[in-house]
């Protein structure tokens, strides 16, 4: 029996990362778009973000919150180099691309998926690591077979505009872009090439997929077999077609969490939610919560993973060890160990966040990787003062030679 869809969105993440000696003349280009504009959250509005996210990661990330008034009407005001300038001190901006309509598309395949791009968001780190955010939903169906046939496609998309003979044609309807190109042309005009990413061994073909369901209830309730949901659930989770064959060595994965009708998957390139509108919050508060709490809270962990790889990259290729040490050590006393949230799902999905991205292990490798580096330096500047200190013996004693060879000489 087909399973048919009551809410559903998907955000399709690609993250990008900017020379920092570039980031301030990167969000002077940004600003100079016209429809990209600084996201300012509001206490009131925000509500959620707010009481759901600890001092620190609010400073970091939300900053806004705090802005007066007055505060905003003066960004404003500011020229656009100058709002480069201060947005360039901040730890955190997150950008709105103002669409004045849903850009709606169509992948041909078949009959048809159609689908449209609702929100393009930017979230740049003061360190250059960012992330491009399109907000998805499908038009044409509410089929969940579609949706997984839908994600599979559009995650590689990115990759495939540029060769269409291998891959499925994709045609937008919209006033504001003619067609997926145009689209693809805008991706790539914010993002740039991406040359860094790359570097530090980041895959650029593919989006991470972060991707929310709400099946009818009649598809999912209390007499529904659990392997039913268990093999519809696998193939979301990791992102896999319809048509796929459910893998049963994907169904133990300590990373995943669940409720009552509820089910959190976790693989390294996808985040997902699957619920059932048996119970009327999981298509009322819980869809919006998971796009905006937790999808920061997510993304707060995918930096972190980013920027600790872009810092091993710098061990390896920088030749100021004490530049870099500084980043790491200051990563360390902010970033690694703060607090997120004080809420119980929060502090649930930071364990599963975490895992998912392999935190623990990558900072580990990095910290062992600096102890290494940090010595093999010490070692090498104790040396190269040892070598001054006996050029500096040296040059005395030839002095010394000089002013007793004239001495004699001067007094046979």
Known sequence: MEQKIKYQYT????????????YQAYLYNLLKKENCKLKIFEPKKDIGITSYFLPEVKDKMF????????????YHKMDKKVKAAVLSQKPCNIFDYELKNAIQGK??????????????????FQTGVCFLALKTTINSS????????????????????????EYDNIKIQAEQ???MKEVSDLMREIVGPNTLAKQINLDTNRFLTYSYVCLDQTYWN??????????????YKMVQPAEEQSNDGFKENNHDYEEKYIKYGFSSTSTVLLTTDMNIKNYTTLPFDYENKYFY???????????????????????????????????????WIIEVTN?????????????????????????????????????????KHNEWIVLVVLSLLIICIFVLVGFFRGNP
């Open 297 to 335: 809270h997510y993304i707060f962990n995918v930096y972190k993973k980013i920027y600790l790889k872009k810092i091993s990259y710098e061990f390896n290729h920088k030749r100021n060890f004490y530049f870099v040490k500084d980043k790491f050590l200051d990563f360390s006393r902010k970033d």
């Open 63 to 74: 900053w806004t919150l705090d802005l007066k008034r007055e505060g905003i009407r003066e």
């Open 343 to 383: 809420d119980d799902i929060g502090k649930i999905l930071e364990q599963k966040f975490s895992g998912q991205q392999e935190l623990e292990e990558t900072f580990f490798k990095l910290k062992n990787k600096y102890d290494i580096l940090y010595k093999d330096y010490e070692i090498e500047k104790h040396e």
């Open 11 to 22: 955000y399709f993440i690609y993250p990008y990362v900017i020379e920092e000696k570039n």
């Open 107 to 124: 992948m041909e395949n078949q009959e048809g998926i159609f689908f449209s791009i609702e929100k393009i968001q930017m979230i740049c």
């Open 142 to 165: 509410d089929c969940f077979s579609e949706l997984l046939n839908f994600n599979y496609k559009f995650r590689d998309i990115y990759s495939k505009l540029s060769h269409t003979k």
């Open 222 to 235: 209390e007499n529904t077999p659990k392997e039913e949901i268990t093999g519809l659930f696998q193939k």
């Open 177 to 179: 872009f003619k067609d």
